[in-house]
């Protein structure tokens, strides 16, 4: 069932015309229901969708000045959505927010016009943060903490699995394993 909500809170605000558009994505309704509030507070006015489908009609008919998008839904991902996204409007300033970070997907989200990408758990003080940010940070402190065997893994898997387009068949013979095998260890990477 696909969820679509606009800001009613505000609705008879005479203000809302000037409150910037915010597009919040995700198919987990409770942290949706937790973070809609906070940047309302923020002076956003708000609009929920629980699917990557349900949100881009929703942009079709006005796209929104800003967006948070997670990565890893149901359906189409969160990929999927900021390239959307980005096509109606290249001035959308997208936050792409996932469980798992990987870098392949970083990447790939900066590539289609995501702004920013953030691990959870996340605030709305980070989001708000991140949707100001307009270049790198040349001053960020390196981590020179190595990789777990376990963490470049995943990272090398993410990153065939990138390279066959999501095809997990494709992905299971570039990396010589059994799809079974593959379709379990993508079982455990968190989301």
Do not use: W
């Amino acid at each position: 069932m696909t969820t679509l909500k606009n800001d009613l809170s505000n609705t008879n605000d005479s203000n809302n015309d000037e409150k910037p558009s915010l597009l919040l994505v995700d198919d987990d309704e409770d942290f949706l229901n937790a973070l809609a509030p906070a940047m309302r507070k923020r002076g956003f006015m708000v609009t929920l969708a629980n699917s990557a489908e349900s949100a881009f009609e929703l942009a079709k008919v006005e796209p929104p000045e800003f967006a948070v998008v997670d990565l890893k839904m149901s359906g189409n991902s969160g990929l999927v959505l900021v390239r959307q996204l980005a096509s109606l409007d290249a001035g959308t300033r997208i936050v792409v927010l996932t469980g798992y970070a990987s870098v392949a997907t970083a990447v790939e989200a900066m590539k289609l016009g995501a702004t920013h990408y953030l691990a959870k758990p996340v605030d709305a003080d980070e989001i708000a943060t991140a949707f100001d940010r307009q270049s790198g940070d040349a001053e960020v402190e390196l981590s020179f903490n190595p990789l777990t065997i376990d963490r470049l893994e995943r990272e090398h898997i993410q990153r065939v699995l990138q390279d066959q387009h999501g095809n997990i068949s494709a992905t299971a013979r570039a990396l010589n394993m059994h799809r079974r095998t593959l379709q379990r260890k993508l079982g455990k990477c968190p989301k």
